[in-house]
T-cell receptor
């Protein structure tokens, strides 16, 4: 396994456009997390999935943000009507949490979004 | 509610000197604690973790951390800094392994030749 993969690595978009990011977790991991990291800050939790179920969403996740994990494998994070304040690094992480195995979170390289 | 605080947003040491990065946590239950390192424009790489058991935890690249419940601390140390240690370091806590992480603000480590 090559680890957590995120695509694209960089995205520049105009204000008001929609963007979608993809995350492919480590294959046997059942949990998938999205975090947002702005310059000079630690990552902040946005949302997470256990298999295909979205179990928690942060208040940071406005209604312009939507995340899916339709088959419990890869996930997408969409931002509609982007604003300059959405400029950040979006990090995806996966982990395993079940009766057989618990692991820590493994992070992808992130997608850096710049809204101009 | 759980929170993680890192004291010092920027630490500078000389090559070969001791590295000490401070982290304090606040939690209603004993947490799982982690240190991650981040190089520019990269994701986070796990350095070490405390789950249960031994309070002195050894990680990669010569780093270690000690969980001190009485002081609610989990400071990161390395006896001798190397130039390649220059990076951003994040302390994080979770109520369970594999669960949602609460991060500190990060500490940027600079290493002078």
């Amino acid at each position: 396994d090559t680890g957590v993969s995120q695509d694209p690595r960089h995205k520049i978009t105009k204000r008001g456009q929609n963007v979608t990011f993809r995350c492919d977790p480590i294959s046997e991991h059942n949990r998938l997390y999205w975090y947002r990291q702005t310059l000079g800050q630690g990552p902040e939790f946005l949302t997470y999935f256990q298999n295909e179920a979205q179990l928690e969403k942060s208040r940071l996740l406005s209604d312009r943000f939507s995340a899916e994990r339709p088959k419990g494998s890869f996930s997408t994070l969409e931002i509609q009507r982007t604003e300059q304040g959405d400029s950040a690094m979006y990090l995806c992480a996966s982990s395993s949490r079940n009766r057989e195995k618990n692991t820590e979170a493994f992070f992808g390289q992130g997608t850096r979004l710049t809204v101009v | 509610a759980q929170s993680v605080t890192q004291l010092g947003s920027h630490v500078s040491v000389s090559e070969g000197a001791l590295v000490l990065l401070r982290c304090n946590y606040s939690s209603s239950v004993p947490p799982y604690l982690f240190w991650y390192v981040q190089y520019p424009n990269q994701g986070l790489q796990l350095l070490l973790k405390y789950t249960t058991g031994a309070t002195l935890v050894k990680g990669i690249n010569g780093f270690e951390a000690e969980f001190k419940k009485s002081e609610t601390s989990f400071h990161l140390t390395k006896p001798s800094a190397h130039m390649s240690d220059a990076a951003e370091y994040f302390c994080a806590g979770s109520l369970n392994q594999g669960g949602k992480l609460i991060f500190g603000q990060g500490t940027e480590l600079s290493v002078k030749p």
